[in-house]
């Protein structure tokens, strides 16, 4: 069966290349405006599904950094304020190795003494509650708002802790155990400055007492130590996220992103095959004697 060709037939024929030569070429303006490799799931179906799964990396990674950089301003703030405790406490020793010395001392020195000591309590209470973000660092997870109270009672409960998470299986303590480095009760740092001063103002000789201060001190060493060590896991932690988040963009990029060369270079040829097919559409199409006798 032969099949007749009209003039009106090749001329819907022409034009419907020419539409889709034109809409390739919006969609190469558009991916070289944009730089997206997929604009729409239909593109690429496997590469969207992908770039879904990094796009949910990424966001966990960006999760986890805010995480570390929280820890390390925990850590960071418990750090100062145990350095801080550790020079009172030296301050508290020299001055007991001071009054210690009772043959040259006299009640009234003594007296100073002992002040001078109260002073540093109640400075040490202070660096005690310190508080990060509204809460305290040294009390666990405590909601009390303070560590240790006006009556040197701890309110922190025991083997409670702050922690957060750094990476899929990582977690952090960023909290430091107030129990650990001031004591509680009688064994806490505040009774023994009390049985310090009190021997002072008796006028029991208090050398007795260092090896207690010394104890003290030792114990809230061993604090700052241990938040030293966090604090190095979670640089680690936050070098390896920076990595991971260069390592996960790249791979999106590669999925989603186009490279502005090839995009404009696309661009360049679909425009010129347009333009040639409506040169070549010009010239094919020539009008007839029956476009004009219509």
């Known amino acids: 069966m032969i099949t007749r060709t009209t003039n009106q037939m090749a001329v819907m024929d022409a034009q419907r290349h020419l539409l889709v030569s034109k809409a390739r070429v919006s969609e190469a303006q558009e991916r070289a405006s944009t730089l997206d490799r997929i604009s729409k799931p239909s593109d690429d179906p496997t590469g969207t599904a992908e770039a879904l799964r990094v796009k949910a990396d990424q966001a966990a990674n960006a999760q986890w950094s805010r995480n570390a950089g929280d820890a390390n301003a925990w850590l960071s703030t418990a750090d100062s304020a145990l350095s801080a405790a550790d020079d009172v406490l030296k301050r508290v020793r020299d001055l007991t190795v001071q009054g210690a010395n009772t043959g040259a001392q006299s009640?009234?020195?003594?007296?100073?003494?002992?002040?001078?000591?109260?002073?540093?309590?109640?400075?040490?209470?202070?660096?005690?509650?310190?508080?990060?973000?509204?809460?305290?660092?040294?009390?666990?997870?405590?909601?009390?708002?303070?560590?240790?109270?006006?009556?040197?009672?701890?309110?922190?409960?025991?083997?409670?802790?702050v922690t957060r998470q750094v990476g899929g299986e990582t977690s952090v303590r960023v909290d430091a155990d107030g129990a650990a480095a001031f004591g509680t009760g009688d064994d806490s740092v505040f009774s023994l400055l009390d049985r310090i001063t009190t021997d002072l103002r008796a006028g029991v000789n208090v050398g007795s007492r260092l090896t207690e201060v010394d104890a003290r001190l030792t114990s809230l060493r061993g604090v700052q130590s241990d938040i030293g060590a966090r604090q190095s896991q979670i640089l680690r932690a936050e070098d390896t996220l920076l990595d991971t988040q260069t390592t996960l963009e790249a791979h999106r990029a590669g999925i989603m992103d186009l490279d502005l060369g090839q995009a404009v270079l696309d661009l360049q040829m679909q425009n010129t095959s347009y333009q040639a097919a409506l040169a070549v559409t010009a010239k094919v199409l020539q009008p007839s004697l029956m476009d004009f006798l219509r």
């Open 107 to 161: 009640p009234a020195s003594l007296e100073a003494i002992a002040t001078e000591i109260d002073g540093l309590k109640a400075d040490l209470l202070t660096r005690t509650n310190t508080t990060y973000a509204g809460r305290s660092v040294f009390a666990g997870t405590s909601d009390a708002g303070v560590a240790f109270r006006s009556d040197f009672s701890f309110t922190g409960t025991p083997g409670s802790a």
